[in-house]
Nanobody
Framework: QVAPVESGGGLVQSGGSLRLSCIVS????????MEWYRQAPGKQRELVAG???????NYQDSVKGRFSISRDNTKNTVYLQMNSLKPEDTAVYYC???????WGQGTQVTVSS
């Protein structure tokens, strides 16, 4: 399985916003659940948000009300809109096809205080 390709990370001030994108190759994207994870230095990788094939969403408690996951099946792309960013959101963000073992290279998000 081809690895997802994430983009959109960067350096932003506290309170700012970023939108991450993840493109997944293949013809069955619309059938697959998608997830965003993040890994901060010295910490374990953690699930941030997920979206089912039908659009049901779930979020880690710490990002509820600030982050929004969405998908565009015509573009094989899943997004993570991140608002009101905090320094503790600093991490490498990864997307993944649910129930797969294929990870992308990730995209770095750095939030300065």
């Amino acid at each position: 399985q081809v690895a997802p390709v994430e983009s959109g990370g960067g350096l932003v001030q506290s309170g700012g916003s970023l939108r991450l994108s993840c493109i997944v190759s293949g013809s069955t994207f619309w059938l697959r659940g998608m997830e965003w994870y993040r890994q901060a230095p010295g910490k374990q990788r953690e699930l941030v948000a997920g979206i089912s094939p039908t659009g049901n969403m779930n979020y880690q408690d710490s990002v509820k009300g600030r982050f929004s996951i969405s998908r565009d099946n015509t573009k094989n792309t899943v997004y993570l809109q991140m608002n009101s960013l905090k320094p503790e959101d600093t991490a490498v963000y990864y997307c993944k096809v649910r129930n797969s073992d294929s990870w992308g290279q990730g995209t770095q998000v750095t939030v300065s205080s």
